[in-house]
């Protein structure tokens, strides 16, 4: 029986809108790196994190186009952690609020990620060893 | 005694809800709590030497755990010898950690 921790952590946060999306990221990344494993429930503006549709652009203003512009993608950042969690063997589950989904018709996630409601983030923390909920304020 | 974390990320310049914040990480270490803080994002920006927030210089001289999120730090070339003489410097891993060791997590 495997006696990895569970770590559970709610997220509302629309991306590319707020340096709380990178230190949320960062808090993922170290605990795969801590051998942690990981939930997310992704509701409001959060469940675009996942959209599958995301896609990089250029900036004329610095004259670069898309590759050399590099813009960092969420959904790219998603993949990464799940790619990370594989290779250690350590649980990383995703799930969006369906609702909030709907909402705003973002329906078109990367694979991993799933759909549910409140009751999911319920089960997440009722089950995780602990459970960090970062607002938006 | 409980053990918590608060994850600061709103400073005293622009937030006003700040003061809230830090009377409530005041007085649960007056409870005899366990109480540390990792300023993250612009919640480094009271931790600079000179900066005058005696809300937080409070937090300080009654003895709160404070560190500052390396990353956020550099983002903003704020050196470590930059900081009031109180303030470490740590990264993710202290929350990681604190979450894992079962302690109150809590975000500002």
């Not at chain 1, 959904?75 to 969006?96: C, P, T, V």
């Not at chain 1, 996630?109 to 983030?121: F, K, N, S, T, Y």
Request: charged share 25%; with cysteine.
């Amino acid at each position: 029986m495997s006696d990895t921790k569970t770590l559970t952590f709610a997220f509302m946060e629309p991306p590319f809108e707020s340096e709380r999306t990178v230190t949320f990221f960062r808090l993922l990344d170290a605990a795969l790196d801590r051998g942690a494993g990981v939930r997310v429930f992704a509701y409001e503006g959060a469940v675009a994190l996942a959209f599958a549709r995301q896609q990089p652009h250029g900036n004329a203003v610095h004259h670069r186009d898309s590759e050399e512009e590099d813009h960092p993608l969420t959904k790219d950042w998603i993949a990464a952690l799940q790619e990370k969690a594989g290779s250690k063997g350590i649980g990383f589950e995703w799930i969006n609020c369906g609702l909030c989904v709907d909402e705003r018709g973002v329906s078109d996630v990367i694979e991993g990620c799933g759909r549910g409601g409140p009751p999911d983030l319920w089960r997440y923390a009722s089950e995780a060893h602990n459970t960090l909920t970062i607002g938006t304020r | 005694m409980s053990h918590y974390l608060f994850i600061q990320s709103q400073d005293p310049f622009t937030e006003t809800r700040t003061h809230h914040q830090f009377d409530l990480i005041g007085q649960l270490h007056d409870a005899g709590h366990k109480v540390a803080v990792l300023l993250v994002q612009n919640g480094v920006t009271p931790a600079r030497r000179g900066a005058k927030s005696d809300l937080f210089d409070d937090l300080l001289r009654w003895g709160v755990t404070v560190r500052a999120d390396q990353f956020a730090l550099a983002q903003r070339e704020i050196d470590h010898a930059d900081l009031k003489d109180q303030v470490g410097v740590a990264d993710m891993d202290l929350v990681i950690d604190a979450m894992l060791a079962g302690h109150k997590v809590i975000w500002h």
